[in-house]
Structure formats: structure tokens, C-alpha cells
Nanobody, 121 residues
């Protein structure tokens, strides 16, 4: 079955770094665009970063531009979110999302369970 399993979250001090990973299984990873979203308490879920199926293009939210980068390794079926210069306002649950890119999987849309990132001194 389809699984997206996030890892790498935790507690970090302001200015620190974390790398999130999302391991995918149960579908053809290289045919899906991947993205990271986050949801802070009392706020709507928002897009943080996205990457196309072969990694040729990325989109980074203005709020994290210059601090976060997204990458993927299609051989390992994994997408990453490198987060640096973390701020208190980056505290949220971070979710991984997979969306079908091609005619045969367009409409397929999968989410992970999320991993908590807490930025606190």
C-alpha cells in the first residue's frame, strides 16, 4: 500500500538546522511531484516547498526562501527538506505530499502522517 513516512523532526534552538526526510513506497515515486507542507497550531496548512518529479524545478515559499531547500533522490524514493536558520515561527507539523504528474496518475494525491518540528530556546 502507499506510504509516506516522514522523519527527522524534533526540538531545535532558533538558528539551528534540521533535515526532514520522507520515504515513499507503494507507488512509482519518480512519476510524482513532491512537496512539503506545514501546519502550525491554529493555522491553516501551507505549502513550504515543492519539487517536480525529476527534480528539475523547485518552488519555495517566500517565508522560508533562502533558509530551506527541497531535494529528492529518486533512487531512494525519498524527498528531503533541509531547514536552516530556523525561527520560532517555523514550529509546526511538517507533512509530505505526493501528487501524480502524468496522464496515468494525475489525480493521485497522497499525504504522510507528519513530523513535529519545534523551534524553541
Amino acid at each position: 500500500q502507499v506510504q509516506l513516512v516522514e522523519s527527522g523532526g524534533g526540538l531545535v534552538q532558533p538558528g539551528g538546522s534540521l533535515r526532514l526526510s520522507c520515504a515513499a513506497s507503494g507507488f512509482t515515486f519518480s512519476t510524482y511531484d513532491m512537496a512539503w507542507y506545514r501546519q502550525a497550531p491554529g493555522k491553516e496548512r501551507e505549502l513550504v516547498a515543492a519539487i517536480t518529479s525529476y527534480g528539475g524545478s523547485t518552488n519555495i515559499a517566500d517565508s522560508v526562501k533562502g533558509r530551506f531547500t527541497i531535494s529528492r533522490d529518486n533512487a531512494k524514493n525519498t524527498v528531503y527538506l533541509q531547514m536552516s536558520s530556523l525561527k520560532l515561527e517555523d514550529t509546526a507539523v511538517y507533512y509530505c505530499r505526493a501528487q501524480g504528474t502524468y496522464y496515468f496518475n494525475r489525480g493521485s494525491d497522497y499525504w504522510g502522517q507528519g513530523t513535529q518540528v519545534t523551534v524553541s530556546s
